[in-house]
């Protein structure tokens, strides 16, 4: 019927693949101890094999959503599709891994995902910047139940809605720009700003006391302590009295 096969007796890896990632399963792979092949990826070039340059990219965000890259605004794929292509030149985005299926059996691949690496370590780094510590965590201890909704392909539950409603309001303030340097399979934030930032150079030194008072720090931490405190005054007392006996 004309259908591509790109299998060979040689190369028997079954391969999935869409705008945000290209998985590679089958043959050596499925061999826990061994490493993956050269042969197996198709996205990316070996990190050590990759420029011996750093490449920097900033990525521009509004309300949670990658809009520009380098200042160029660019509708969603396309967006990704020069990310793949940066990242992947740059060895960023590979992934080897076990994974649980839902019907409990567990498996291995080959992932790659250069443009959506990119994109969540920008993303992740904007959100440390612009998220309070309490939206920040409960946002993190939802990820993993929300993945796992998207995985078991229940993208359509009342519960995967609640979610996102939840995410939605989360992503008000995550506007701003990261700027990302990539190097033979590494990607690191190494700047951000955000006009919804919530960092005060001002509270965050440790110089001089006008605008947080050092002093302050005494009776918070008599209070904050006081259970632990309580606590080991009790069990000081329960083992005088059992060294009484």
């Given at each position: 019927?004309?259908?591509?096969?790109?299998?060979t007796?040689?190369?028997?890896?079954?391969?999935?693949?869409?705008?945000?990632?290209?998985?590679?399963e089958?043959g050596v792979?499925?061999?826990?101890?061994?490493?993956?092949?050269?042969?197996?990826?198709?996205?990316s070039?070996?990190?050590?094999?990759?420029?011996?340059?750093?490449?920097y990219?900033?990525?521009?965000?509004e309300?949670?959503s990658p809009?520009?890259?380098d200042?160029?605004?660019?509708?969603p794929?396309?967006?990704v599709?020069?990310l793949?292509a940066?990242?992947?030149?740059?060895?960023?985005?590979?992934?080897?891994?076990?994974?649980n299926?839902?019907?409990?059996?567990?498996?291995?691949?080959v992932?790659?995902?250069p443009?959506?690496?990119?994109?969540?370590?920008?993303?992740?780094?904007?959100?440390?910047l612009?998220l309070?510590?309490?939206t920040?965590?409960?946002?993190d201890?939802?990820?993993?139940?929300y993945?796992?909704?998207v995985?078991?392909?229940?993208?359509?539950?009342?519960?995967?809605?609640?979610l996102d409603?939840?995410?939605?309001?989360?992503?008000?303030?995550?506007?701003g720009?990261?700027?990302?340097?990539?190097?033979?399979?590494?990607?690191?934030?190494?700047?951000?700003?955000?006009?919804?930032g919530?960092?005060?150079e001002?509270?965050?030194?440790?110089?001089a006391?006008?605008?947080?008072?050092?002093?302050?720090?005494?009776g918070?931490?008599r209070l904050?302590?006081?259970g632990?405190?309580v606590?080991?005054?009790?069990?000081r007392?329960?083992?005088?009295?059992?060294?009484?006996?």
């Amino acid at each position: 019927h004309n259908v591509p096969v790109t299998a060979t007796a040689a190369k028997i890896y079954s391969l999935d693949g869409n705008l945000w990632h290209l998985s590679h399963e089958g043959g050596v792979i499925e061999q826990p101890w061994e490493e993956p092949p050269g042969d197996a990826y198709g996205l990316s070039v070996a990190p050590a094999d990759a420029p011996d340059e750093a490449e920097y990219v900033t990525i521009s965000f509004e309300s949670g959503s990658p809009v520009a890259v380098d200042g160029q605004r660019l509708d969603p794929v396309p967006l990704v599709e020069r990310l793949n292509a940066l990242g992947g030149k740059h060895g960023v985005g590979r992934v080897t891994l076990l994974e649980n299926r839902l019907v409990g059996m567990k498996s291995r691949g080959v992932y790659e995902t250069p443009g959506g690496t990119i994109l969540m370590s920008a993303h992740g780094e904007l959100e440390h910047l612009t998220l309070d510590k309490m939206t920040m965590r409960l946002k993190d201890e939802l990820a993993m139940r929300y993945a796992d909704l998207v995985y078991n392909g229940q993208w359509f539950t009342p519960l995967k809605g609640a979610l996102d409603a939840f995410v939605d309001k989360t992503q008000e303030s995550v506007t701003g720009d990261v700027r990302l340097k990539l190097f033979k399979g590494s990607c690191d934030a190494v700047g951000v700003s955000s006009p919804f930032g919530l960092y005060d150079e001002d509270l965050a030194t440790f110089g001089a006391d006008d605008v947080y008072r050092q002093a302050d720090a005494e009776g918070f931490i008599r209070l904050f302590g006081l259970g632990q405190k309580v606590a080991n005054q009790r069990d000081r007392l329960a083992n005088q009295a059992e060294v009484r006996r």
